[in-house]
Protein backbone atom coordinates (compact mmCIF):
# COMPACT_ATOMS: atom_id res chain seq x y z
CA UNK A 1 0.00 0.00 0.00
CA UNK A 2 1.50 3.51 -0.87
CA UNK A 3 2.67 5.31 2.14
CA UNK A 4 0.47 8.84 2.08
CA UNK A 5 2.96 12.52 2.76
CA UNK A 6 2.99 12.57 6.61
CA UNK A 7 1.97 16.23 6.36
CA UNK A 8 -1.41 15.69 5.27
CA UNK A 9 -1.95 14.36 8.80
CA UNK A 10 -2.07 15.55 12.65
CA UNK A 11 -1.43 11.86 13.99
CA UNK A 12 -0.15 8.72 12.62
CA UNK A 13 -3.03 6.02 12.68
CA UNK A 14 -3.05 2.33 12.24
CA UNK A 15 -4.03 3.16 8.80
CA UNK A 16 -0.76 4.80 8.27
CA UNK A 17 1.56 1.79 8.94
CA UNK A 18 1.88 -0.83 6.70
CA UNK A 19 2.88 -3.18 9.19
CA UNK A 20 -0.51 -2.22 11.07
CA UNK A 21 -2.46 -3.08 7.82
CA UNK A 22 -0.39 -6.32 7.58
CA UNK A 23 -2.04 -7.11 10.95
CA UNK A 24 -5.47 -5.48 10.55
CA UNK A 25 -6.10 -7.73 7.15
CA UNK A 26 -4.73 -11.04 9.07
CA UNK A 27 -7.66 -9.90 11.51
CA UNK A 28 -10.39 -9.10 9.19
CA UNK A 29 -9.16 -12.40 7.25
CA UNK A 30 -9.73 -14.58 10.07
CA UNK A 31 -12.97 -12.87 11.11
CA UNK A 32 -14.18 -13.74 7.76
CA UNK A 33 -12.79 -17.21 7.83
CA UNK A 34 -15.37 -17.80 11.29
CA UNK A 35 -18.59 -15.52 9.56
CA UNK A 36 -18.60 -17.72 6.44
CA UNK A 37 -18.34 -21.20 8.73
CA UNK A 38 -20.87 -19.87 10.99
CA UNK A 39 -23.37 -18.67 8.16
CA UNK A 40 -22.81 -21.83 5.90
CA UNK A 41 -23.78 -23.86 9.11
CA UNK A 42 -26.93 -21.77 9.82
CA UNK A 43 -30.11 -23.72 9.55
CA UNK A 44 -31.93 -20.46 6.84
CA UNK A 45 -31.07 -21.38 3.19
CA UNK A 46 -30.24 -17.48 2.80
CA UNK A 47 -27.83 -17.40 5.46
CA UNK A 48 -25.87 -20.40 4.22
CA UNK A 49 -25.98 -18.03 0.28
CA UNK A 50 -24.66 -15.27 2.33
CA UNK A 51 -21.73 -17.72 2.99
CA UNK A 52 -21.56 -19.09 -0.28
CA UNK A 53 -21.11 -15.95 -2.09
CA UNK A 54 -18.72 -14.64 -0.09
CA UNK A 55 -16.80 -17.78 0.85
CA UNK A 56 -14.01 -17.31 -1.86
CA UNK A 57 -12.96 -13.17 -0.94
CA UNK A 58 -10.04 -12.09 -1.66
CA UNK A 59 -7.77 -8.96 -1.47
CA UNK A 60 -7.41 -9.28 -5.08
CA UNK A 61 -11.02 -10.84 -6.23
CA UNK A 62 -13.21 -9.11 -3.53
CA UNK A 63 -16.74 -10.88 -3.00
CA UNK A 64 -18.01 -6.85 -2.60
CA UNK A 65 -20.81 -8.73 -0.11
CA UNK A 66 -21.21 -5.65 2.06
CA UNK A 67 -20.69 -7.49 5.34
CA UNK A 68 -17.97 -8.88 4.20
CA UNK A 69 -15.35 -8.28 6.45
CA UNK A 70 -12.27 -8.43 4.46
CA UNK A 71 -14.19 -6.14 1.48
CA UNK A 72 -15.23 -3.64 4.51
CA UNK A 73 -11.64 -3.18 5.66
CA UNK A 74 -10.21 -3.36 2.32
CA UNK A 75 -12.73 -0.52 1.57
CA UNK A 76 -12.00 1.28 4.48
CA UNK A 77 -8.22 2.02 3.03
CA UNK A 78 -9.59 3.16 0.02
CA UNK A 79 -11.35 5.58 1.61
CA UNK A 80 -9.02 6.39 3.94
CA UNK A 81 -5.81 6.21 0.90
CA UNK A 82 -8.32 7.93 -1.71
CA UNK A 83 -10.76 10.02 -0.32
CA UNK A 84 -9.55 11.49 2.27
CA UNK A 85 -6.66 13.62 0.38
CA UNK A 86 -9.82 14.34 -2.34
CA UNK A 87 -11.88 15.80 -0.05
CA UNK A 88 -8.71 18.19 1.68
CA UNK A 89 -8.59 18.72 -2.46
CA UNK A 90 -12.48 19.47 -2.90
CA UNK A 91 -12.47 22.05 0.16
CA UNK A 92 -9.68 23.92 -1.11
CA UNK A 93 -11.67 24.47 -4.57
CA UNK A 94 -14.65 25.45 -2.48
CA UNK A 95 -13.26 27.69 -0.85
CA UNK A 96 -11.73 29.76 -3.62
CA UNK A 97 -14.92 29.39 -5.73
CA UNK A 98 -16.81 30.96 -2.68
CA UNK A 99 -14.05 33.51 -2.06
CA UNK A 100 -14.51 34.14 -5.74
CA UNK A 101 -18.07 34.53 -5.78
CA UNK A 102 -18.25 36.87 -2.65
CA UNK A 103 -19.77 33.68 -0.79
CA UNK A 104 -19.68 33.01 2.67
CA UNK A 105 -16.46 30.44 3.07
CA UNK A 106 -17.42 26.79 3.69
CA UNK A 107 -15.91 24.88 6.49
CA UNK A 108 -15.44 21.35 7.20
CA UNK A 109 -17.83 20.16 10.01
CA UNK A 110 -18.20 17.01 11.48
CA UNK A 111 -21.75 15.92 11.60
CA UNK A 112 -23.01 12.85 13.96
CA UNK A 113 -26.56 12.43 14.20
CA UNK A 114 -28.71 9.45 16.45
CA UNK A 115 -32.18 9.65 17.29
CA UNK A 116 -34.36 7.28 19.18
CA UNK A 117 -36.48 6.73 16.13
CA UNK A 118 -33.60 4.64 14.81
CA UNK A 119 -32.76 2.58 18.11
CA UNK A 120 -33.81 -1.46 17.86
CA UNK A 121 -34.39 -4.15 19.71
CA UNK A 122 -32.36 -7.17 19.27
CA UNK A 123 -33.63 -9.37 15.79
CA UNK A 124 -35.52 -5.88 14.36
CA UNK A 125 -32.07 -4.70 12.52
CA UNK A 126 -33.73 -3.21 9.20
CA UNK A 127 -31.78 -2.20 6.33
CA UNK A 128 -34.94 0.37 5.86
CA UNK A 129 -34.05 2.56 8.46
CA UNK A 130 -30.94 3.90 6.86
CA UNK A 131 -32.40 3.62 3.61
CA UNK A 132 -36.00 5.68 4.66
CA UNK A 133 -33.48 8.51 6.54
CA UNK A 134 -31.28 8.61 3.23
CA UNK A 135 -34.26 9.74 1.13
CA UNK A 136 -35.59 12.31 3.35
CA UNK A 137 -32.33 14.24 4.39
CA UNK A 138 -31.35 13.76 0.24
CA UNK A 139 -35.08 15.81 -0.41
CA UNK A 140 -34.27 17.96 2.45
CA UNK A 141 -30.51 18.65 1.64
CA UNK A 142 -31.72 19.77 -1.96
CA UNK A 143 -33.95 22.25 -0.55
CA UNK A 144 -31.93 24.05 2.01
CA UNK A 145 -29.40 26.48 1.87
CA UNK A 146 -26.82 23.37 1.80
CA UNK A 147 -28.08 22.52 -1.84
CA UNK A 148 -24.63 22.92 -3.67
CA UNK A 149 -22.67 21.58 -0.22
CA UNK A 150 -20.42 18.27 -0.27
CA UNK A 151 -21.65 15.63 2.22
CA UNK A 152 -19.85 12.55 2.28
CA UNK A 153 -21.85 10.36 5.73
CA UNK A 154 -21.66 6.92 6.60
CA UNK A 155 -24.45 4.75 8.42
CA UNK A 156 -22.57 2.66 11.69
CA UNK A 157 -24.20 1.05 14.11
CA UNK A 158 -23.70 -0.10 17.59
CA UNK A 159 -25.22 -2.28 20.31
CA UNK A 160 -25.79 0.08 23.28
CA UNK A 161 -27.04 -0.68 26.57
CA UNK A 162 -27.25 1.49 29.65
CA UNK A 163 -25.41 0.31 32.41
CA UNK A 164 -27.52 -0.23 36.14
CA UNK A 165 -25.59 -0.80 39.63
CA UNK A 166 -26.46 -4.05 41.27
CA UNK A 167 -27.33 -3.40 44.69
CA UNK A 168 -25.50 -6.25 45.88
CA UNK A 169 -21.64 -5.82 44.79
CA UNK A 170 -19.57 -8.56 44.23
CA UNK A 171 -15.90 -9.02 43.50
CA UNK A 172 -16.85 -10.01 39.59
CA UNK A 173 -20.11 -8.04 38.94
CA UNK A 174 -20.64 -4.54 40.13
CA UNK A 175 -23.15 -3.27 37.33
CA UNK A 176 -25.77 -5.36 34.65
CA UNK A 177 -26.76 -4.63 31.08
CA UNK A 178 -30.50 -3.10 30.90
CA UNK A 179 -32.59 -1.95 27.73
CA UNK A 180 -30.10 -3.26 25.22
CA UNK A 181 -30.66 -2.00 21.60
CA UNK A 182 -29.16 -1.36 18.51
CA UNK A 183 -28.08 2.08 17.74
CA UNK A 184 -28.22 2.89 13.90
CA UNK A 185 -25.97 6.36 13.60
CA UNK A 186 -24.91 8.39 10.96
CA UNK A 187 -21.38 10.08 10.88
CA UNK A 188 -19.57 12.06 7.95
CA UNK A 189 -17.89 15.40 7.05
CA UNK A 190 -19.97 18.26 5.66
CA UNK A 191 -18.74 21.41 3.92
CA UNK A 192 -21.05 24.53 5.03
CA UNK A 193 -20.69 28.11 5.89
CA UNK A 194 -22.04 27.70 9.06
CA UNK A 195 -23.01 24.87 12.10
CA UNK A 196 -26.40 26.58 11.86
CA UNK A 197 -27.03 25.44 8.44
CA UNK A 198 -26.36 22.09 8.83
CA UNK A 199 -28.68 22.01 12.36
CA UNK A 200 -31.41 23.31 10.00
CA UNK A 201 -31.36 20.50 7.92
CA UNK A 202 -30.91 17.42 10.56
CA UNK A 203 -32.65 18.74 12.99
CA UNK A 204 -36.27 18.02 11.91
CA UNK A 205 -35.17 14.70 11.07
CA UNK A 206 -33.14 13.25 14.26
CA UNK A 207 -35.01 15.62 16.54
CA UNK A 208 -36.06 12.34 18.96
CA UNK A 209 -33.65 12.45 22.51
CA UNK A 210 -32.96 9.23 23.39
CA UNK A 211 -32.82 10.62 26.98
CA UNK A 212 -32.75 13.95 28.63
CA UNK A 213 -30.15 16.66 27.69
CA UNK A 214 -29.07 14.36 24.85
CA UNK A 215 -28.15 15.95 22.03
CA UNK A 216 -29.21 14.09 18.74
CA UNK A 217 -27.44 16.01 16.09
CA UNK A 218 -23.47 17.11 17.37
CA UNK A 219 -21.40 19.43 14.74
CA UNK A 220 -18.26 20.68 15.59
CA UNK A 221 -15.50 21.73 13.28
CA UNK A 222 -13.04 19.97 12.12
CA UNK A 223 -9.15 20.94 10.86
CA UNK A 224 -8.21 20.86 7.46
CA UNK A 225 -5.42 18.31 8.07
CA UNK A 226 -7.59 15.67 10.14
CA UNK A 227 -9.75 15.75 7.57
CA UNK A 228 -8.39 11.99 6.25
CA UNK A 229 -8.85 11.04 9.48
CA UNK A 230 -12.20 12.10 10.36
CA UNK A 231 -12.99 9.96 6.58
CA UNK A 232 -11.63 6.70 7.63
CA UNK A 233 -14.63 6.14 10.31
CA UNK A 234 -17.07 6.80 7.75
CA UNK A 235 -16.86 3.39 6.64
CA UNK A 236 -15.92 1.64 9.78
CA UNK A 237 -15.40 -2.38 9.24
CA UNK A 238 -15.42 -2.87 13.12
CA UNK A 239 -18.24 -3.01 15.42
CA UNK A 240 -18.80 -2.96 19.16
CA UNK A 241 -21.17 -2.77 21.98
CA UNK A 242 -21.00 -0.01 23.79
CA UNK A 243 -22.55 1.77 26.70
CA UNK A 244 -24.87 4.60 26.33
CA UNK A 245 -23.35 8.02 26.03
CA UNK A 246 -24.77 9.38 28.90
CA UNK A 247 -21.55 11.81 30.20
CA UNK A 248 -20.37 12.92 26.90
CA UNK A 249 -17.19 14.00 28.64
CA UNK A 250 -16.37 10.63 29.75
CA UNK A 251 -15.34 7.68 26.43
CA UNK A 252 -18.10 4.98 26.60
CA UNK A 253 -16.64 1.53 27.46
CA UNK A 254 -16.39 -0.62 24.28
CA UNK A 255 -16.92 -4.65 24.04
CA UNK A 256 -16.99 -6.93 21.14
CA UNK A 257 -19.75 -8.40 19.78
CA UNK A 258 -20.98 -12.13 20.25
CA UNK A 259 -21.56 -14.67 17.34
CA UNK A 260 -25.05 -14.19 16.94
CA UNK A 261 -25.31 -10.18 17.79
CA UNK A 262 -22.28 -10.64 14.70
CA UNK A 263 -24.47 -12.36 11.99
CA UNK A 264 -27.93 -10.02 12.77
CA UNK A 265 -25.00 -7.28 12.32
CA UNK A 266 -24.18 -9.13 8.51
CA UNK A 267 -28.25 -9.55 7.38
CA UNK A 268 -28.44 -6.10 7.69
CA UNK A 269 -24.88 -4.82 6.37
CA UNK A 270 -25.16 -7.46 3.49
CA UNK A 271 -29.14 -5.74 2.94
CA UNK A 272 -27.76 -2.58 3.18
CA UNK A 273 -24.59 -2.55 1.04
CA UNK A 274 -21.79 -0.37 0.36
CA UNK A 275 -23.82 2.29 -1.32
CA UNK A 276 -26.79 2.57 0.85
CA UNK A 277 -24.45 2.31 3.74
CA UNK A 278 -22.71 5.89 2.50
CA UNK A 279 -24.75 9.08 1.46
CA UNK A 280 -22.70 11.07 -0.33
CA UNK A 281 -24.24 14.99 -1.76
CA UNK A 282 -22.34 17.12 -4.43
CA UNK A 283 -19.73 13.93 -4.66
CA UNK A 284 -19.77 10.28 -6.07
CA UNK A 285 -17.52 7.61 -5.60
CA UNK A 286 -15.97 5.86 -9.25
CA UNK A 287 -14.37 2.81 -9.12
CA UNK A 288 -12.96 3.84 -5.63
CA UNK A 289 -11.81 7.93 -6.59
CA UNK A 290 -13.92 10.30 -5.53
CA UNK A 291 -14.74 12.91 -7.60
CA UNK A 292 -17.00 16.33 -7.86
CA UNK A 293 -21.07 15.77 -9.65
CA UNK A 294 -21.08 19.95 -9.02
CA UNK A 295 -19.04 23.09 -9.66
CA UNK A 296 -15.37 22.69 -11.23
CA UNK A 297 -14.54 19.66 -12.93
CA UNK A 298 -12.00 17.60 -10.93
CA UNK A 299 -8.67 17.90 -12.79
CA UNK A 300 -5.90 17.47 -10.35
CA UNK A 301 -5.74 13.63 -10.17
CA UNK A 302 -2.25 12.90 -11.44
CA UNK A 303 -1.07 9.97 -13.50
CA UNK A 304 0.14 8.30 -10.66
CA UNK A 305 -3.04 8.19 -8.66
CA UNK A 306 -5.03 6.94 -11.79
CA UNK A 307 -2.67 4.69 -11.89
CA UNK A 308 -2.55 3.50 -8.32
CA UNK A 309 -6.03 2.94 -8.18
CA UNK A 310 -6.33 1.37 -11.48
CA UNK A 311 -3.62 -1.46 -9.83
CA UNK A 312 -5.67 -1.27 -6.33
CA UNK A 313 -9.05 -2.28 -8.00
CA UNK A 314 -7.73 -4.25 -10.50
CA UNK A 315 -10.42 -5.01 -12.97
CA UNK A 316 -13.44 -4.73 -10.40
CA UNK A 317 -16.75 -2.57 -10.68
CA UNK A 318 -18.77 -0.62 -8.67
CA UNK A 319 -18.22 1.12 -5.47
CA UNK A 320 -15.07 -0.68 -4.03
CA UNK A 321 -15.88 -4.34 -5.84
CA UNK A 322 -17.51 -6.24 -8.36
CA UNK A 323 -21.63 -6.32 -8.33
CA UNK A 324 -23.26 -8.34 -6.26
CA UNK A 325 -23.84 -11.63 -8.18
CA UNK A 326 -28.14 -12.45 -8.81
ZN1 LIG B 1 -15.46 -9.93 0.45
Known amino acids: MNRLPSILYGTPTSLTRKPNRRKRWLKYKNEHRLQCKRLGKATTSWQQEMAERAKDCTRRSPCGEGWCPQCMVRAQEKVFDHCGPALQEFLTEVQAEAKKNGDPIPQAWVVSAASARMAVNRGQLNANIPRAVNSTLRKRLDGSSLSDAICFLGWDVSLNFNKVKLKSQTRTRKWKRKNE??????????????????????????????????????????????????????????????????????????????????????????????????????????????????????????????????????????????????
Open 181 to 326: HWQVHIYGIVFAASKAAIHTVFDPIFWHQMEEGDKPVKVYPRAFKDIPLTSKYVLKPNFIQRENNRHLSLRPNKWNLKAGEKDELAMFLGDLGFKDRLLLKGVKLVRGTLIRTKGLPHQSKSKTQEELSKRLLGASTGLFGPPRKK
